[in-house]
C-alpha cells in the first residue's frame, strides 16, 4: 500500500492547511527546529512530507484535521504522473462512481494492491460504454492506478462531502486552472452562457440538441449549452481533450464525443451536422495549415489569408453546421476590419452566413485588455433568400471603466439577447444595417462604426446641469479653502505606529485576502480607490466549487487605510458609506481604539511628507512603506481631537478639489464633443 509520505506539500499549501500567509511558514521554519525537512523540490520552492506536515501542526495546537479538500488536492498536486494525469485518473473513479456506484462500493472494500489491480478492467468498461471505442480518455494501466489508489478513494470521500462526483471534479478541476492563469485560455462562464444562449436564440424555436464546440478547451463553452443529446468536442491538446470529455461526462447525460487533434487539419468529426457550433479558437495563429489546405472544401466563401486564422475556423464551423444551424464564435476586433479579410467578409454577408456581430466590454475574456466581438452565424438553406439585414451590437457603453472582475453580466445578457429578438430601441446599443450599405470597399464590420456614439458629457441642458454644479462646487472650495495659522515650533514626544499596536491602542491587519462566498458579491477597496478618493470598485473573486469562502478583511467606519507602495502620503478614513468593504491588496488598515485615538488625528499625521520618507525603503523598482514605523505625537484626547478636526477639514477641501476637476474635465469634453457633431451651438 502505498503510504501517505509520498504525498508533497508546498509552503503555500502549507499555509492554506494551517489558514495562515506564507510568511508565516517561513517562520516557523527558521525558529523550530523540529520542523519537518524537504523532501523534494528545489532550494528555493521545497516541498514537505504532507503526514510529517500535518503531524507538525497537529503537535504545535496549528491544526485539528486536515479538511479533505485540501488532503485531495495536496494529493492530486503530488500524482507522479502530474497534476493533470491524476486529475484524468480521479475523473475515471468518479465517472465510475457516477454510472455504477454500486460496482464502486464493492471495489472499496477490497486492499489497495487487489482494487489497484482490478480497476482498470472497470475502467475500461465504463469509458467505453459513455464514450465509445475510439475515445481521447485512455485507460491508465495497473501500474499508473496502483499509485493513485489512495487519490482515488479519497477523491471519492469528497465526491460524498460536496454533493457529487460532478462537484468534486469541478472543484478539483477548478484549482488546478486557477494555479496555472497561464497554461489555459479560459472562457468565463457568464460569456459561455450568453453564448449558448444566443445560439438558442438564433435557432429560432428549433432544438439545439447536436452541439460542436471545435477548440474546446476544457469544455467550458459545452457545459453551458441547456439540455443537449449529443456534444462533440475536439482540441489540439490531447490532455484538453480528456478532461474535456470527462468534466461533460459528469456533467450530464448528454451523448459525449471528444477527440484529440488539430481541427483544422485532422478534423475528428467530418460528417457531423450539428444544430449548433460555440467556439472561443485560437487568435493571430500563422500556422494554421495555410499552405495545406489551399483546396480545402469548407473554404465555401473564399481561401482564408496567412494572417486570417479566425476566418477558417468561422468557415469550418459553418460546415459542420446543419441548414439553419448557428454558430457563435468569439472573435479578436481586429477580424471585423482587416483589408486581407474583407472579400470573405463580404461573402458572408451576401449569403446571409453572417447575421450579427457584437461587441463584448474590455474584459469579457482573455486577453482582458481588448474588447472582443461576437460572431453570430447562421449556415443558409439551399432555398433560403438571404436577410437583407445585420444586426450590429455595441455593450461598450453600458458598462464604462468596468474590468474583467466586476462587469455586470445579467445586464450585458439581457442588452444583447433583447437586442437580437428586437427589444432594443437604443440606437447607441444596436442597430440593423442593410447589407447593401456594407459592401463597401472596406467590408468594415466593427458595429461602433455603425451605432450612433452617446455624446461624452450628455445633451446641451445636461452640460449646463454640469457648470451649474461646477459653479457650486468652486463656491464650495473657496469657502473650504484653510488659512495657515502660524506657529511656535516645540518639541513633541513622539510614538510610532508599531508601538501603539502593541499597547492594544490600535490594530493592524493587512488587505488582499478572502474570497466572496457563494452567491455573494463584497466590494473591494482597492488601492486606486484610496488614492482617488473613489468608492469601493472592486469584487472579490469566487471561491472554487465546494471551497469554504476565505473570511476577507472588512473595514469599518474610523478605520485608517493606508497604501504601502508607491512612496505616496495618504490615508483615507474609511465612512459609513465605504464601512462593510474587504480591504485590498497593498493595503494596510489601522483600527483606532476609539478611547485613545481619533481617527481623523490618526490619519492627519501618517500624511506628513517627512513622516513616510522616514517609515518607507527603497528598492530598484518600488518604495514600500513600512507602517509600524510611522509617528505621530503623544497628545491627550482633546488635542487629538482639535487637531483631527483641522485634518477633516483639509480633507473636505481636497474632496472638493477633485470634484470640481471630475466637473471641469466632463464640461470640457462634452462642449468639444456637442461642438463637433452639432448637438451643441457656439455661444
Same mark, same amino acid.
Given at each position: $500500500?502505498?503510504?501517505?509520505?509520498?504525498?508533497?506539500?508546498?509552503?503555500?499549501?502549507?499555509?492554506?492547511? @494551517?489558514?495562515?500567509?506564507?510568511?508565516?511558514?517561513?517562520?516557523?521554519?527558521?525558529?523550530?527546529?523540529?520542523?519537518?525537512?524537504?523532501?523534494?523540490?528545489?532550494?528555493?520552492?521545497?516541498?514537505?512530507?504532507?503526514?510529517?506536515?500535518?503531524?507538525?501542526?497537529?503537535?504545535?495546537?496549528?491544526? %485539528?484535521?486536515?479538511?479533505?479538500?485540501?488532503?485531495?488536492?495536496?494529493?492530486?498536486?503530488?500524482?507522479?504522473?502530474?497534476?493533470?494525469?491524476?486529475?484524468?485518473?480521479?475523473?475515471?473513479?468518479?465517472?465510475?462512481?457516477?454510472?455504477?456506484?454500486?460496482?464502486?462500493?464493492?471495489?472499496? %472494500?477490497?486492499?489497495?494492491?487487489?482494487?489497484?489491480?482490478?480497476?482498470?478492467?472497470?475502467?475500461?468498461?465504463?469509458?467505453?460504454?459513455?464514450?465509445?471505442?475510439?475515445?481521447?480518455?485512455?485507460?491508465?494501466?495497473?501500474?499508473?492506478?496502483?499509485?493513485?489508489?489512495?487519490?482515488?478513494?479519497?477523491?471519492?470521500?469528497?465526491?460524498?462531502?460536496?454533493?457529487?462526483?460532478?462537484?468534486?471534479?469541478?472543484?478539483?478541476?477548478?484549482?488546478?486552472?486557477?494555479?496555472?492563469?497561464?497554461?489555459?485560455?479560459?472562457?468565463?462562464?457568464?460569456?459561455?452562457?450568453? $453564448?449558448?444562449?444566443?445560439?438558442? %436564440?438564433?435557432?429560432?424555436?428549433?432544438?439545439?440538441?447536436?452541439?460542436?464546440?471545435?477548440?474546446?478547451?476544457?469544455?467550458?463553452?459545452?457545459?453551458?449549452?441547456?439540455?443537449?443529446? &449529443?456534444?462533440?468536442?475536439?482540441?489540439?491538446?490531447?490532455?484538453?481533450?480528456?478532461?474535456?470529455?470527462?468534466?461533460?461526462?459528469?456533467?450530464?447525460?448528454?451523448?459525449?464525443?471528444?477527440?484529440?487533434?488539430?481541427?483544422?487539419?485532422? /478534423?475528428?468529426? +467530418?460528417?457531423?451536422?450539428?444544430?449548433?457550433?460555440?467556439?472561443?479558437? +485560437?487568435?493571430?495563429?500563422?500556422?494554421?495549415?495555410?499552405?495545406?489546405?489551399?483546396? /480545402?472544401?469548407?473554404?465555401?466563401?473564399?481561401?482564408?489569408?496567412?494572417?486570417? *486564422?479566425?476566418?477558417?475556423?468561422?468557415?469550418?464551423?459553418?460546415?459542420?453546421?446543419?441548414?439553419?444551424?448557428?454558430?457563435?464564435?468569439? $472573435?479578436?476586433?481586429?477580424?471585423? *476590419?482587416?483589408?486581407?479579410?474583407?472579400?470573405?467578409?463580404? !461573402?458572408?454577408?451576401?449569403?446571409?452566413?453572417?447575421?450579427?456581430?457584437?461587441?463584448?466590454?474590455?474584459?469579457?475574456?482573455?486577453?482582458?485588455?481588448?474588447?472582443?466581438?461576437?460572431?453570430?452565424?447562421?449556415?443558409?438553406?439551399?432555398?433560403?433568400?438571404?436577410?437583407?439585414?445585420?444586426?450590429?451590437?455595441?455593450?461598450?457603453?453600458?458598462? #464604462?471603466?468596468?474590468?474583467?472582475?466586476?462587469?455586470?453580466? +445579467? &445586464?450585458?445578457?439581457?442588452?444583447?439577447?433583447?437586442?437580437?429578438?428586437?427589444?432594443?430601441?437604443?440606437?447607441?446599443?444596436?442597430?440593423?444595417?442593410?447589407?447593401?450599405?456594407?459592401?463597401?470597399?472596406?467590408?468594415?464590420?466593427?458595429?461602433?462604426?455603425?451605432?450612433?456614439?452617446?455624446?461624452?458629457?450628455?445633451?446641451?441642458?445636461?452640460?449646463?446641469?454640469?457648470? /451649474?454644479?461646477?459653479?457650486?462646487?468652486?463656491?464650495?472650495?473657496?469657502?473650504?479653502? #484653510?488659512?495657515?495659522?502660524?506657529?511656535?515650533?516645540?518639541?513633541?514626544?513622539?510614538?510610532?505606529?508599531?508601538?501603539?499596536?502593541?499597547?492594544?491602542?490600535?490594530?493592524?491587519?493587512?488587505?488582499?485576502?478572502?474570497?466572496?462566498?457563494?452567491?455573494?458579491?463584497?466590494?473591494?477597496?482597492?488601492?486606486?480607490?484610496?488614492?482617488?478618493?473613489?468608492?469601493?470598485?472592486?469584487?472579490?473573486?469566487?471561491?472554487?466549487?465546494?471551497?469554504?469562502?476565505?473570511?476577507?478583511?472588512?473595514?469599518?467606519?474610523?478605520?485608517?487605510?493606508? #497604501?504601502?507602495?508607491?512612496?505616496?502620503?495618504?490615508?483615507?478614513?474609511? !465612512?459609513?458609506?465605504?464601512?462593510?468593504?474587504?480591504?485590498?491588496?497593498?493595503?494596510?488598515?489601522?483600527?483606532?481604539?476609539?478611547? %485613545?485615538?481619533?481617527?481623523?488625528?490618526?490619519?492627519?499625521?501618517?500624511?506628513?511628507?517627512?513622516?513616510?520618507?522616514?517609515?518607507?525603503?527603497?528598492? *530598484?523598482? &518600488?518604495?514600500?512603506?513600512?507602517?509600524?514605523?510611522?509617528?505621530?505625537?503623544?497628545? +491627550?484626547?482633546? !488635542?487629538?481631537?482639535?487637531?483631527?478636526?483641522?485634518?477633516?477639514?483639509?480633507?473636505?477641501?481636497?474632496? @472638493?478639489?477633485?470634484?470640481? &476637476?471630475?466637473?471641469?474635465?466632463?464640461?470640457?469634453?462634452?462642449?468639444? !464633443?456637442?461642438?463637433?457633431?452639432?448637438?451643441?451651438?457656439?455661444?
Amino acid at each position: $500500500m502505498p503510504e501517505e509520505s509520498t504525498t508533497e506539500v508546498t509552503a503555500a499549501g502549507i499555509a492554506r492547511l @494551517a489558514g495562515v500567509g506564507r510568511a508565516a511558514v517561513s517562520n516557523w521554519r527558521r525558529r523550530h527546529a523540529d520542523f519537518p525537512k524537504p523532501v523534494g523540490g528545489t532550494e528555493t520552492s521545497p516541498s514537505f512530507s504532507l503526514a510529517d506536515i500535518e503531524q507538525w501542526l497537529r503537535d504545535q495546537g496549528k491544526l %485539528a484535521e486536515v479538511p479533505l479538500r485540501e488532503r485531495v488536492w495536496q494529493q492530486l498536486a503530488s500524482h507522479p504522473g502530474g497534476t493533470v494525469t491524476g486529475l484524468l485518473h480521479t475523473g475515471c473513479a468518479l465517472l465510475l462512481l457516477r454510472a455504477r456506484p454500486g460496482a464502486w462500493t464493492e471495489l472499496a %472494500a477490497l486492499p489497495d494492491d487487489r482494487l489497484g489491480a482490478l480497476l482498470p478492467g472497470v475502467f475500461e468498461e465504463v469509458l467505453t460504454a459513455r464514450f465509445g471505442p475510439h475515445r481521447s480518455v485512455h485507460t491508465p494501466t495497473p501500474a499508473e492506478t496502483l499509485p493513485a489508489v489512495p487519490l482515488l478513494r479519497a477523491a471519492v470521500e469528497l465526491a460524498g462531502e460536496l454533493g457529487g462526483a460532478r462537484q468534486a471534479f469541478e472543484f478539483l478541476l477548478g484549482r488546478h486552472l486557477d494555479a496555472n492563469p497561464r497554461q489555459y485560455t479560459l472562457t468565463p462562464p457568464p460569456l459561455a452562457e450568453l $453564448m449558448a444562449a444566443l445560439a438558442a %436564440a438564433a435557432s429560432e424555436g428549433r432544438p439545439v440538441a447536436t452541439v460542436l464546440d471545435p477548440a474546446s478547451g476544457t469544455g467550458g463553452l459545452l457545459r453551458a449549452v441547456p439540455h443537449p443529446t &449529443a456534444l462533440h468536442a475536439q482540441d489540439a491538446d490531447p490532455d484538453l481533450a480528456a478532461l474535456s470529455a470527462l468534466r461533460l461526462a459528469l456533467h450530464g447525460d448528454a451523448d459525449v464525443r471528444a477527440a484529440a487533434g488539430d481541427t483544422l487539419r485532422a /478534423d475528428a468529426f +467530418p460528417a457531423l451536422a450539428a444544430d449548433a457550433v460555440l467556439c472561443h479558437p +485560437p487568435f493571430n495563429e500563422r500556422a494554421w495549415g495555410h499552405d495545406e489546405l489551399a483546396y /480545402d472544401p469548407r473554404w465555401e466563401y473564399g481561401f482564408p489569408a496567412r494572417t486570417e *486564422s479566425e476566418l477558417a475556423w468561422v468557415q469550418h464551423a459553418l460546415a459542420r453546421l446543419r441548414p439553419g444551424g448557428t454558430a457563435v464564435l468569439l $472573435m479578436p476586433p481586429a477580424v471585423a *476590419s482587416r483589408r486581407s479579410g474583407r472579400r470573405i467578409r463580404a !461573402d458572408l454577408l451576401r449569403r446571409g452566413a453572417l447575421r450579427a456581430v457584437i461587441a463584448l466590454p474590455a474584459g469579457a475574456a482573455p486577453p482582458y485588455g481588448i474588447p472582443l466581438h461576437l460572431w453570430v452565424l447562421v449556415r443558409p438553406g439551399a432555398d433560403e433568400r438571404p436577410p437583407a439585414e445585420t444586426l450590429f451590437v455595441d455593450t461598450a457603453g453600458l458598462v #464604462p471603466d468596468a474590468g474583467r472582475d466586476k462587469l455586470p453580466w +445579467p &445586464a450585458l445578457k439581457n442588452a444583447v439577447l433583447d437586442a437580437w429578438t428586437g427589444r432594443g430601441g437604443d440606437e447607441s446599443v444596436a442597430r440593423t444595417v442593410p447589407v447593401i450599405e456594407l459592401l463597401d470597399d472596406e467590408v468594415d464590420l466593427a458595429p461602433a462604426r455603425y451605432l450612433a456614439a452617446p455624446v461624452a458629457g450628455g445633451t446641451a441642458p445636461e452640460l449646463a446641469a454640469v457648470r /451649474d454644479r461646477l459653479d457650486e462646487t468652486l463656491r464650495r472650495t473657496r469657502g473650504l479653502a #484653510p488659512t495657515p495659522v502660524p506657529a511656535r515650533p516645540a518639541p513633541r514626544p513622539l510614538t510610532t505606529v508599531g508601538e501603539l499596536a502593541r499597547t492594544g491602542a490600535l490594530q493592524l491587519r493587512t488587505g488582499g485576502s478572502g474570497t466572496a462566498p457563494a452567491g455573494g458579491r463584497v466590494p473591494v477597496l482597492t488601492e486606486h480607490d484610496v488614492l482617488s478618493g473613489a468608492a469601493p470598485s472592486g469584487t472579490l473573486p469566487a471561491g472554487g466549487p465546494g471551497e469554504e469562502p476565505e473570511e476577507p478583511v472588512l473595514v469599518a467606519e474610523g478605520d485608517v487605510v493606508v #497604501p504601502v507602495l508607491g512612496g505616496g502620503s495618504v490615508a483615507r478614513v474609511v !465612512d459609513a458609506a465605504t464601512a462593510g468593504a474587504a480591504l485590498g491588496r497593498n493595503l494596510q488598515l489601522l483600527r483606532p481604539e476609539p478611547a %485613545a485615538l481619533d481617527p481623523w488625528f490618526l490619519a492627519g499625521f501618517l500624511r506628513g511628507t517627512a513622516n513616510n520618507r522616514q517609515a518607507s525603503s527603497f528598492a *530598484s523598482t &518600488a518604495t514600500r512603506l513600512d507602517v509600524r514605523r510611522l509617528q505621530l505625537p503623544r497628545l +491627550p484626547p482633546a !488635542d487629538q481631537r482639535r487637531h483631527g478636526a483641522h485634518f477633516r477639514s483639509l480633507a473636505e477641501f481636497e474632496e @472638493a478639489l477633485r470634484l470640481a &476637476a471630475r466637473l471641469g474635465e466632463q464640461l470640457v469634453q462634452g462642449l468639444y !464633443d456637442g461642438l463637433a457633431d452639432g448637438s451643441v451651438e457656439p455661444a
